[in-house]
């Protein structure tokens, strides 16, 4: 668990959010499904889920909370495997991901959003060291 804390914290660095505090969780592909049927409307298991802090009726409340990351560690498993990397490089894809989608991008927009969010998460790859 002090991999993944770190790793968060290394690309929050570098995304200039030091400063700010995320939550982290890692579920079986049960739970996540149950989260992104309640949440997305979507009856599947996902790899992470990202729950902005800054959205909505309670979004001044506290500038320093990002938010919730919530990440299948079965599903994670399962992409390292199929991508033919470690588990680690797979979690920091991850938690790079749901860590753009707390700050506004959304590559579901598509278009030029999902060129900027591709483009922004190969770029902290790159500054974690693992690409």
């Known amino acids: 668990m002090d991999y993944i ?18 939550s982290l969780l890692l579920v079986n592909n049960q739970k996540i499904r149950a989260l992104n049927r309640e949440y997305r409307g979507i009856n ?8 902005p802090m800054q959205e909505g009726e309670f979004k001044g409340l506290n500038q320093a909370l990002l938010g919730d990351l919530v990440i299948s560690l079965e ?3 399962r992409q390292a495997k199929e991508g033919g990397h470690a588990l680690e490089r797979e979690l920091a894809i991850l938690i790079i991901h749901g860590l753009l989608h707390l700050i506004g991008y959304d590559h579901e927009m598509g278009g030029h959003e999902e060129k900027r969010m591709k483009k922004k998460e190969r770029e902290l790859l790159r500054k974690v060291d693992l690409i």
């Open 75 to 77: 599903r994670a498993l």
């Open 44 to 51: 599947e298991p996902t790899d992470v889920l990202a729950f």
């Open 5 to 22: 804390r770190e790793l968060a914290g290394k690309i929050m660095l570098n995304l200039g959010l030091d400063s700010s505090e995320l």
